[in-house]
């Protein structure tokens, strides 16, 4: 099938997954750990499907299930930096899933639940010793990075991401806004171009 625009083609796929299944063992028998990082729209989470998919024993965790819980009128008033940093419970990805795992620990956490706005009833546990990627934006901020084996960084114009998002139609355009301004910040001030270990396309 022809990649769309969305989807990297089997090039770009390849080399995250030669990497991944490269990873050495780790000690205790824990599962690899790996970020997949990239703006809204970059293609970050087809790209993190791919592994999961040719890859037996690999789990995709999703920066979206760390959402975190606040009032509408709070998120509102955030200004880029703010919204770098509490769009998203980084602290709860990092202590119910990447701390356990590299513990040799089940991870066991509660996905945000999109409807409601707030954590869901029923958890997730992950246990065993393939790989887990952690796919989503600001995966592989400075405070996380180091737990990980591996970070990938998905680089996507970002006219070409815009696009995407506004394709999708899900959210308002004042969303799209406020969004791409934390991003921004993220983007310009940690440069996880420079910082992960791979960098891949797509476009």
Request: proline share 10%.
């Amino acid at each position: 099938m022809e990649a769309t625009a969305q989807q990297p083609p089997p090039e770009r796929i390849l080399p995250v997954v030669q990497v991944i299944a490269a990873l050495p063992a780790r000690d205790g028998g824990r599962p690899g750990l790996v970020a997949v990082d990239g703006p809204g729209g970059s293609g970050k989470t087809t790209l993190a499907a791919a592994p999961a998919e040719h890859l037996p024993g690999c789990t995709v965790v999703h920066v979206d299930d760390f959402y975190r819980p606040l009032p509408d009128e709070h998120r509102a008033r955030l200004d880029p930096e703010q919204g770098y940093h509490l769009h998203f419970d980084w602290q709860r990805l990092r202590d119910e899933v990447l701390l356990p795992l590299r513990a040799g620990r089940p991870a066991r956490y509660r996905p945000y639940d999109w409807a409601t706005g707030r954590l869901g009833p029923r958890p997730v546990t992950i246990t065993g010793a393939g790989v887990v990627i952690v796919e989503g934006v600001y995966s592989a901020r400075p405070e996380l990075s180091a737990l990980y084996d591996l970070t990938v960084y998905v680089d996507t114009p970002r006219d070409t991401c815009l696009r995407r998002l506004r394709d999708r139609a899900e959210n308002p355009e004042e969303w799209i806004t406020r969004w791409r301004a934390a991003e921004d910040h993220y983007i310009a001030t940690t440069r996880p171009r420079s910082r992960c270990t791979l960098t891949i396309s797509g476009t």
